[in-house]
């Protein structure tokens, strides 16, 4: 059983660029979530999703979009990136949006110069 | 609003040592309590959880009490191995001030343990 898988593992974007980060579950949890961590600021919320078909705002939307086409995948778009993006995002999913359990991904880190 | 605070790091200890590391928290309602953990390179594990008041959650070793009289979750661990080094996040669910809609985890901001044989 793989989890969470996202990809790419690391990536070095220049400034404007458009990059979606991919991140599938084969766990048919129905919420998910991408989190960015920033050193001396933990982990931040970005979007979630509760289910396929609706995405949420988080603590720190701007800039990003997602989309849940269905259970699996829960890609996440910087339309154009800033070095302020430069970060480690992390992709997370639960069971059902009121379980607790947040099981993450291994990690995007992404650098934007 | 909700919120964690833990200990800011990084922490040093020798092998066997006794581990604490605090973690308190602001929330209105009844949150679950967290601990998660990072080793280098990889992404963030459930390491114990504790769902009500006294609870306590063990894992590997660890524990930690959920108090809600002093709003602390604080990891505790006997005799530490150098395989425990890595970062731990103290986090708290967020669920129930959004109408239940969005099972957001407020993090604290890591602290960073290592142990040195």
């Known amino acids: 059983i793989a989890g969470i898988t996202q990809a790419p593992t690391s990536q070095i974007l220049a400034a404007g660029r458009r990059m979606t980060l991919r991140c599938t579950q084969d766990?048919?949890?129905?919420?998910m979530y991408w989190y960015r961590q920033d050193l001396g600021l933990g982990l931040r919320l970005i979007h979630y999703?509760?289910?396929?078909?609706?995405?949420g705002k988080g603590e720190v939307p701007d800039g990003y979009s997602v989309s849940r086409a269905n259970t699996d995948d829960f890609p996440l778009t910087l339309a154009s990136a800033v070095p302020s993006q430069t970060s480690v995002y992390f992709c997370?999913?639960?069971?059902?949006?009121?379980?607790?359990?947040?099981?993450f991904g291994p990690g995007t880190r992404l650098t934007v110069l | 609003g909700n919120s964690v605070t833990q200990m800011e790091g990084p922490v040093t200890l020798s092998e066997e040592a006794f581990l604490t590391i605090n973690c308190t928290y602001t929330?209105?309602?009844?949150?679950?309590l967290f601990w998660y953990v990072q080793y280098p390179g990889e992404g963030l594990q459930l390491l114990l959880k504790?769902?009500?008041?006294?609870d306590k959650g063990s894992n590997k070793g660890f524990e930690a009490t959920y108090r809600k009289e002093t709003t602390s979750f604080h990891l505790e661990k006997g005799s530490v191995q150098v395989s425990d080094s890595a970062v731990y996040f103290c986090?708290?669910?967020?669920?129930?001030?959004?109408?239940?809609?969005?099972?957001?985890?407020?993090f604290g901001k890591g602290t960073k343990l290592s142990v040195k044989p």
């Open positions: 997370a999913s639960s069971a059902t949006i009121s379980t607790d359990t947040q099981y």
């Open positions: 766990m048919r949890h129905n919420a």
């Open positions: 929330a209105t309602g009844y949150p679950s």
């Open positions: 999703s509760n289910t396929a078909g609706t995405t």
């Open positions: 986090a708290l669910s967020d669920q129930g001030n959004y109408g239940g809609s969005q099972g957001n985890l407020i």
């Open positions: 504790a769902t009500k008041a006294d």
